[in-house]
């Protein structure tokens, strides 16, 4: 597999871009194709087998594509599919999972919140991640209802996005909580809304970076990092096209003049 094959990603919609960019800022390099499956977003409320199903669509399509690996930016596909994936494909993926572990340990007040979707929390690797690493620890958990279908409109500054997520922090506010672990790709987005909720000692860990660092590690040991000085990246939905191209307006301005990113509409 030549080392300019390409860094395949997807997720349930624009969520995942938050995974996307920190890999593009990490390895600017690497060509990428990202698959927004945002007319079947959210991932969180289906069953396994659905999780499973569309899980295993996106990665044909990206093997398809080119892909040498594929992160998998979905909390929800990874703690429900990936098992399933690296059992059926001959290709590295990356998972995303919510960052319990440095949460609980550096936690002060043995208490902390963690925002995720209702397939994120139900999953049994969450739920062994959870056990293993919050003995002694508050662990509020609070399913993002209503959260993702706002996000993929692309109004970050909607007072409805507001009220509904100030309704699922303030109980972790009054727990005393002082992170707030976000369990869903999605939720990167709203972390300046978060930070007018919260109060200033609370930190908000998401795991963007790390996914990009471990994409980074697998990548280097397989010999299969690129070189280049240019990179190229296609971001394909199934959705709306505006939205994508609103979301990630602002992140073209950040990097380099011969990173070329194109925003299409794509079925699959």
């Not at 007319?39 to 396994?48: F, Q, W």
């Not at 999972?97 to 550096?106: D, M």
């Not at 662990?139 to 309704?167: A, C, K, M």
């Amino acid at each position: 597999m030549s080392n300019k094959n390409v860094i395949g990603v997807f997720d349930s919609g624009i969520g995942g871009t938050s995974i996307w960019k920190e890999i593009v800022a990490r390895l600017p390099g690497e060509d990428t194709i990202y698959l927004a499956d945002s007319i079947n977003a959210p991932y969180g409320a289906k069953s396994k087998e659905d999780i499973i199903a569309l899980s295993v669509k996106n990665t044909e399509k990206l093997i398809n594509l080119g892909a040498k690996i594929i992160v998998v930016a979905c909390n929800t596909a990874t703690t429900n599919a990936i098992d399933y994936l690296r059992e059926h494909y001959n290709i590295p993926f990356i998972g995303i999972e919510p960052a319990i572990k440095p949460a609980a340990v550096q936690s002060q007040s043995k208490a902390i919140g963690i925002l995720a979707t209702k397939g994120t929390l139900n999953s049994a690797l969450f739920q062994t991640t959870s056990e293993r690493w919050t003995q002694g620890v508050d662990v509020i958990e609070v399913i993002g209802e209503g959260l993702v279908p706002l996000i993929e409109q692309g109004d970050l500054e909607n007072l409805e996005l507001y009220n509904l997520l100030e309704s699922y922090i303030q109980p972790m506010v009054e727990k005393n909580i002082d992170y707030l672990v976000l369990g869903c790709s999605h939720y990167p987005y709203l972390i300046p809304l978060l930070k007018k909720m919260l109060p200033p000692h609370v930190a908000i860990i998401d795991s963007g970076l790390a996914v990009a660092r471990q994409t980074e590690a697998v990548l280097k040991e397989l010999n299969n990092l690129s070189g280049d000085a240019s990179s190229d990246h296609y971001i394909y939905t199934n959705g709306d096209v505006k939205v994508l191209k609103k979301v990630l307006s602002r992140f073209r301005e950040s990097v380099k003049p011969t990173t070329t990113i194109t925003i299409s509409h794509k079925d699959f």
